[in-house]
């Protein structure tokens, strides 16, 4: 969801019911598995002097799968958020790489002289999923799935001393 700049005049809440259209090409990132799942949330946006607060909570329970045994595993994500939107300094440079200092981390940016309420949820719910197996405490077992690490599970199907990198380099041959 895009709100423009000028349009941005007073403070202004809104809640988030989960059948929102700009909502549905997001959803689909998520695959079908996640056809009835709903994000809910509530959003605050408030225009202050150069920069625009974005404020709110989000409510999600995609359904992932388990990176050990793909089975699907719902993960509830409850986030609240406070960014802002401001212009980008650096807007006049040529566009390419060039180092940020710290501070220009903690901002948004307009663009198109519009904020984009969507890239903060997809920032703040993609922070919340796993990126790497969860151990239990004696570093033995999936917290998840409870797949006992040390076991071949997931290569039990894979031929002796074969890699399962060699593996999938001849599935893009076919």
Same mark, same amino acid.
């Given at each position: 969801m895009k709100l423009? !700049?000028?349009e941005i005049t007073k403070k202004t809440e809104f809640a988030i019911l989960g059948h929102e259209s700009w909502l549905k090409p997001w959803y689909e990132l998520f695959g079908p598995s996640n056809s009835e799942v709903r994000l809910t949330g509530q959003i605050v946006v408030e225009p202050i002097v150069d920069f625009v607060r974005v404020q709110g909570q989000i409510s999600f329970i995609p359904v992932l799968n388990c990176s050990r045994c793909a089975d699907g595993i719902p993960w509830a994500i409850e986030r609240k958020f406070d960014v802002t939107f401001q212009d980008d300094p650096h807007v006049d440079e040529e566009r390419g790489e060039r180092a940020l200092v710290r501070s220009e981390l903690d901002h948004y940016y307009f663009q198109d002289d519009s904020?984009? @309420?969507?890239?903060? @949820?997809?920032?703040?719910?993609?922070?919340?999923?796993?990126? !790497?197996i969860l151990k239990t405490d004696d570093g033995e077992r999936c917290t998840i799935c409870l797949t006992d690490l040390g076991d071949n599970q997931v290569y039990s199907s894979a031929p002796e001393g074969c890699s399962p990198f060699a593996i999938l380099g001849s599935l893009n041959k076919h």
């Open positions: 423009l !700049r000028e904020i984009d @309420i969507l890239s903060v @949820i997809n920032d703040f719910v993609h922070e919340a999923i796993p990126t !790497r």
